[in-house]
Each structure stands twice: as C-alpha cells, then as structure tokens.
C-alpha cells in the first residue's frame, strides 16, 4: 500500500491546509512540462501519486478509511515483525522450530487446526508423564472442541444436501 504523507511529504496529523500547501509545491516541482526525455516519465508518474494521494488526503472520509487502512497495515507488519523475532530465538534454541512454527500458523484459524492443537496438548502430556495433571485451560479446550464438534454435526444434520454424509461417520 503507497503511503500518501510519504508522497506529499507531510506528517500523518497534518492539516487539510498543510496537505494543500504540501500538494501545491509538489505540483509545481514535478510538473511535467519542466521535464524532457526519460526524466518525464518518472514525473509524470510521480505526479500521478501526488494527485491520487492529494484527492485520499483532501476528503476525510477517504482520509478516515485509508488511515484505518494504514494501522492496520502497520499493525500486521509488526505482528509480522515480532513473529520473525520470536522464530529467530526459537531457531537458535531448536533445529526444527522453523518448520514447526510453519505448521503450527497454519493450523491456527481452521477447525483442522483446533483439533491438532487438542490432540498435540495431550500428547505433550502423554510425553512428559503429566497425564493426570491436566490444566484447568487444557480441560477447557477439550471441552470446546467436543462442543464445536458436537454443533457443526447437529448443523450438517438439519441440511438436507449434507445429512448422508454425517450418516455415514456415524460408526452406528
């Protein structure tokens, strides 16, 4: 996504004064008459993002939408950011944690995943011989994931298109 306060050099609490004035002296930098050859393309472009940022950053409701636009972007890129710092620590501290964060975030959000991540906590336990020990959170999870089961099967049972196949993963 173009950041436009790049574009027109101004700061993101900017007025719609400033914008302007900011959009004016850019305009009269970068006009394309005042370019020959290769260098005008390159202007012409760039006078195509200072227009398209100036029409954004005029209006406020688009200056609302792409500000929102903005943070969010800004926001995943930190999550991004801490992510590849938490794998690189885990990669100092395991051969394969690369690969097992890889498998872990894409398990994350499906229901697939939700029911690896059950069983993976129980064979965590089984491992390390604290079976018997369960965690309030670990019972709790379990719990959900028997409830999500139980209601996506009630679900796919009143559609008709779908009620031969729930029949059929009945073992009874």
């Given at each position: 996504?173009?950041?436009?306060?790049?574009?027109?050099?101004?700061?993101?609490?900017?007025?719609?004064?400033?914008?302007?004035?900011?959009?004016?002296?850019?305009?009269?930098?970068?006009?394309?008459?005042?370019?020959?050859?290769?260098?005008?393309?390159?202007?012409?472009?760039?006078?195509?993002?200072?227009?398209?940022?100036?029409?954004?950053?005029?209006?406020?409701?688009?200056?609302?939408?792409?500000?929102?636009?903005?943070?969010?972007?800004?926001?995943?890129?930190?999550?991004d950011r801490n992510t590849q710092n938490t794998m690189s620590?885990?990669?100092?501290?395991?051969?394969?944690?690369?690969?097992?964060?890889?498998?872990?975030?894409?398990?994350?959000?499906?229901?697939?995943?939700?029911?690896?991540?059950?069983?993976?906590?129980?064979?965590?336990?089984?491992?390390?011989?604290?079976?018997?020990?369960?965690?309030?959170?670990?019972?709790?999870?379990?719990?959900l994931t028997l409830v999500i089961v139980i209601i996506l099967?009630?679900?796919?049972?009143?559609?008709?298109?779908?009620?031969?196949?729930?029949?059929?993963?009945?073992?009874?």
């Open positions: 996504m173009k950041n436009y306060y790049e574009i027109l050099e101004v700061n993101k609490k900017a007025s719609k004064e400033i914008i302007e004035k900011a959009y004016r002296v850019l305009v009269k930098k970068y006009h394309p008459d005042l370019y020959v050859g290769e260098k005008r393309n390159d202007v012409e472009q760039r006078m195509r993002d200072i227009n398209e940022a100036y029409r954004i950053l005029s209006d406020a409701f688009l200056r609302e939408q792409y500000d929102t636009e903005l943070e969010k972007e800004e926001r995943s890129y930190q999550f620590q885990k990669r100092k501290n395991t051969k394969n944690s690369v690969q097992e964060e890889a498998v872990r975030r894409h398990k994350v959000g499906t229901f697939m995943g939700l029911v690896d991540v059950t069983k993976e906590l129980f064979r965590q336990r089984a491992r390390n011989k604290q079976k018997k020990e369960l965690k309030r959170e670990d019972m709790i999870a379990a719990g099967g009630i679900i796919l049972w009143c559609i008709p298109e779908t009620k031969g196949f729930i029949r059929s993963l009945i073992p009874f």
